[in-house]
């Protein structure tokens, strides 16, 4: 069971963080995009970020028999 709670919590944050990405990468052009290769690991690595900060807090919720 913990591991649904962690799966799901995985996600719901890599959602979030990929909304995230989305609204600061909304005013860079096409070409901005393409060309700068420094946008994928910043903002990748941060959309990874969520996503495992979401599975820890989907097994931190379990652990505290909230739901």
Same mark, same amino acid.
């Given at each position: 069971?913990?591991?649904?709670?962690?799966?799901?919590?995985?996600?719901?944050?890599?959602?979030?963080?990929?909304?995230?990405?989305?609204?600061?990468?909304?005013?860079?052009?096409?070409?901005?995009?393409?060309?700068?290769?420094?946008?994928?690991?910043?903002?990748?690595? $941060? #959309?990874? *970020?969520?996503? +495992?900060?979401? $599975? #820890?807090? *989907?097994?931190? +919720?379990?652990?505290?028999?909230?739901?």
């Amino acid at each position: 069971m913990i591991f649904i709670y962690g799966f799901f919590g995985f996600l719901i944050g890599f959602g979030i963080g990929l909304g995230f990405a989305n609204v600061m990468l909304r005013r860079k052009t096409k070409n901005e995009l393409q060309d700068d290769k420094s946008l994928a690991w910043t903002y990748g690595l $941060g #959309v990874w *970020g969520f996503a +495992i900060l979401g $599975g #820890v807090v *989907g097994v931190w +919720i379990y652990n505290m028999n909230v739901i």
